[in-house]
């Protein structure tokens, strides 16, 4: 073979190894962009079995995670670990469907008793209250943070009571109700969300 023939075959060898490597490099670079979005899926939720992120604000709590109070009187965590008050203390667990709470109830005692004079008399009334949500601690944390003009509402609802409704049972839950909107109403206009589902009394006395 001339020399003639050995240099023209070796630009063809060129051209050949060129595209080879230029399909390396693609290959390369599809089997790269297939892993970073892959990734990015990934990490954004898109696939695998990530959780979307949670809504901030107060979140129901299921009854099993209800805090009970432990032997020793004090509030244990959720559920029934060592040292905290068990299902089976409590009897035979409801069947799913009859009768219970779906959701568990946090309860709060207000520090202070509040008085107030009863409207169009000349009686007064003193009484304790402990409300209920069935949100996690966020509402009765809004409701620490904002326990003046809590405290406001409620006065001013006694202050509309009359005796009626303080000398009957039906009067009093009557009564409880209506704490329990105030209460919402002053937490909604200062947090954006009430939660508070009940007002009990704590203590109840008339003069």
Known sequence: MSDKDDKAETPKK???????ALLAVGAVALIGGGVGAGLYASGSGLIGGRKAAVAPGPHLVPKSEQKRPSKDGKEGGHGGGEGEAKAEDH???TPPGEGGDRFA?????MEKEFTANLQDSVHFLQIGIAVSTPYDDTVIQNL???DIAVRSAVLMTLGDTT???????D??????KKLAASINKVLKEKEGFGGISNVYFTNFVVQ
Not at 14 to 20: M, Q
Request: glycine share 12%; charged share 25%.
């Open 163 to 169: 005796e009626d409704q303080v000398f009957t049972s």
């Open 171 to 176: 009067g009093k839950q009557a009564l409880a």
């Open 105 to 109: 109830s946090n309860y709060y005692a």
């Open 14 to 20: 060129k051209g050949k190894i060129g595209k080879i």
């Open 144 to 146: 620490k943070t904002n």
């Open 91 to 93: 009897g035979m667990p």
